[in-house]
C-alpha cells in the first residue's frame, strides 16, 4: 500500500497537452481542473496524504507528473528524461518535491541519449516491467536497470507497439492480479499472474490505481468495474475526460510511495 502521493495542478495551459493517440478534440480547462480536485479528493478517500504542487504554465502536460519521475518506496527515486522536448523542463520542476521525501543518494537521474517516462515503468513487488515505446528506449530501460541492481530489484523490458506506455495497457491490481487490455492480453510476459481481461470497448479503464483491497478507476466503465469487483476490490470512480483527451490515465496524474 502507499500512504503518499505528490500531484501537480493543472494549467490553462493544459489545452495545449500532447494528443498523439486520442484525438478526442481539446481539453475544457474549467472541466479538468474539477476533475483533477475530484481526484485528489479521490486519492485522499483512499487514505492517502496528497502533496499538490502549483500549476506550471509553460509546460502543458506538467499535470501528468508520474511521468517526469519514478519513487520506490522507501528505497530509490529515479529523474526521467522525458522524450518530447517540450516536457524536458519538468524533469527540474519535480526535483524539489522528489528531494523533499528522498536522501540525496536515494536520487538518481535518467541522461540522454537514454530517453525513459514513469507512464511506462510498473513495479510488481522487487520487479520492473518497463515498456520500450516510443517514449522509452533501451537505453533508458538500461540505465534504470542499473539503477534498480543496486537495490535487488530486477527489471523486465516489455515492448509497447499499440498504446502510448505500458501502463496505457496494463496495471497491477495486487494479488498477483494483472488487469490487462488490447496487446497484453495472454501476452507471455504476465504468464505468471492471474489476467483480468478488460472487455472490447473498454481498454482506457485499464489504467487504474491499486491501493490495498480499493481500486480507483476511471468513471463510466461497468465492464471493468464488474471485472474489479469480482476480484474483491472496492471501486472508487473518477471523471477522466479531459485528461483521455491528451493521452493521460489516472496513474500518469500523482507519483505515489
Same mark, same amino acid.
Given at each position: 500500500?502507499?500512504?503518499?502521493?505528490?500531484?501537480?495542478?493543472?494549467?490553462?495551459?493544459?489545452?495545449?497537452?500532447?494528443?498523439?493517440?486520442?484525438?478526442?478534440?481539446?481539453?475544457?480547462?474549467?472541466?479538468?481542473? %474539477?476533475?483533477?480536485?475530484?481526484?485528489?479528493?479521490?486519492?485522499?478517500?483512499?487514505? +492517502?496524504?496528497?502533496?499538490?504542487?502549483?500549476?506550471?504554465?509553460?509546460?502543458?502536460?506538467?499535470?501528468? +507528473?508520474?511521468?517526469?519521475? +519514478?519513487?520506490?518506496?522507501?528505497?530509490?527515486?529515479?529523474?526521467?528524461?522525458?522524450?518530447?522536448?517540450?516536457?524536458?523542463?519538468?524533469?527540474?520542476?519535480?526535483?524539489?518535491?522528489?528531494?523533499?521525501?528522498?536522501?540525496?543518494?536515494?536520487?538518481?537521474?535518467?541522461?540522454?541519449?537514454?530517453?525513459?517516462?514513469?507512464?511506462?515503468?510498473?513495479?510488481?513487488?522487487?520487479?520492473?516491467?518497463?515498456?520500450?515505446?516510443?517514449?522509452?528506449?533501451?537505453?533508458?530501460?538500461?540505465?534504470?536497470?542499473?539503477?534498480?541492481?543496486?537495490?535487488?530489484?530486477?527489471?523486465?523490458? +516489455?515492448?509497447?507497439?499499440?498504446?502510448?506506455?505500458?501502463?496505457?495497457?496494463?496495471?497491477?491490481?495486487?494479488?498477483?492480479?494483472?488487469?490487462?487490455?488490447?496487446?497484453?492480453?495472454?501476452?507471455?510476459?504476465? %504468464?505468471?499472474?492471474?489476467?483480468?481481461?478488460?472487455?472490447?470497448?473498454?481498454?482506457?479503464?485499464?489504467?487504474?490505481?491499486?491501493?490495498?483491497?480499493?481500486?480507483?478507476?476511471?468513471?463510466?466503465?461497468?465492464?471493468?468495474?464488474?471485472?474489479?469487483?469480482?476480484?474483491?476490490?472496492?471501486?472508487?470512480?473518477?471523471?477522466?475526460?479531459?485528461?483521455?483527451?491528451?493521452?493521460?490515465?489516472?496513474?500518469?496524474?500523482?507519483?505515489?510511495?
Amino acid at each position: 500500500m502507499f500512504k503518499n502521493a505528490i500531484v501537480r495542478t493543472p494549467g490553462q495551459s493544459v489545452i495545449d497537452g500532447i494528443d498523439d493517440y486520442a484525438d478526442l478534440g481539446t481539453p475544457d480547462y474549467t472541466k479538468a481542473l %474539477a476533475e483533477h480536485q475530484a481526484y485528489v479528493k479521490a486519492l485522499e478517500s483512499l487514505g +492517502v496524504k496528497v502533496t499538490v504542487l502549483d500549476a506550471l504554465e509553460a509546460y502543458p502536460d506538467s499535470c501528468f +507528473v508520474e511521468d517526469p519521475a +519514478v519513487v520506490v518506496t522507501g528505497k530509490f527515486a529515479v529523474i526521467t528524461n522525458p522524450a518530447k522536448q517540450s516536457r524536458n523542463g519538468e524533469r527540474e520542476a519535480i526535483k524539489s518535491a522528489i528531494q523533499a521525501n528522498y536522501l540525496a543518494e536515494q536520487i538518481f537521474e535518467i541522461t540522454a541519449p537514454a530517453t525513459l517516462e514513469g507512464g511506462d515503468v510498473m513495479q510488481v513487488e522487487d520487479t520492473f516491467y518497463i515498456g520500450l515505446s516510443a517514449r522509452t528506449n533501451q537505453a533508458g530501460i538500461d540505465q534504470f536497470t542499473a539503477i534498480a541492481k543496486q537495490f535487488d530489484m530486477a527489471v523486465v523490458a +516489455v515492448p509497447v507497439k499499440q498504446v502510448l506506455h505500458l501502463k496505457t495497457g496494463v496495471t497491477y491490481m495486487g494479488n498477483n492480479q494483472m488487469l490487462v487490455s488490447g496487446e497484453y492480453i495472454d501476452h507471455p510476459a504476465f %504468464a505468471a499472474f492471474k489476467q483480468l481481461k478488460v472487455p472490447a470497448g473498454e481498454d482506457y479503464a485499464v489504467n487504474c490505481i491499486q491501493n490495498g483491497d480499493k481500486v480507483l478507476m476511471p468513471a463510466g466503465f461497468p465492464g471493468v468495474k464488474a471485472l474489479l469487483t469480482g476480484a474483491g476490490l472496492s471501486v472508487v470512480e473518477a471523471e477522466m475526460s479531459e485528461f483521455e483527451k491528451i493521452d493521460g490515465g489516472l496513474t500518469c496524474l500523482s507519483l505515489r510511495f
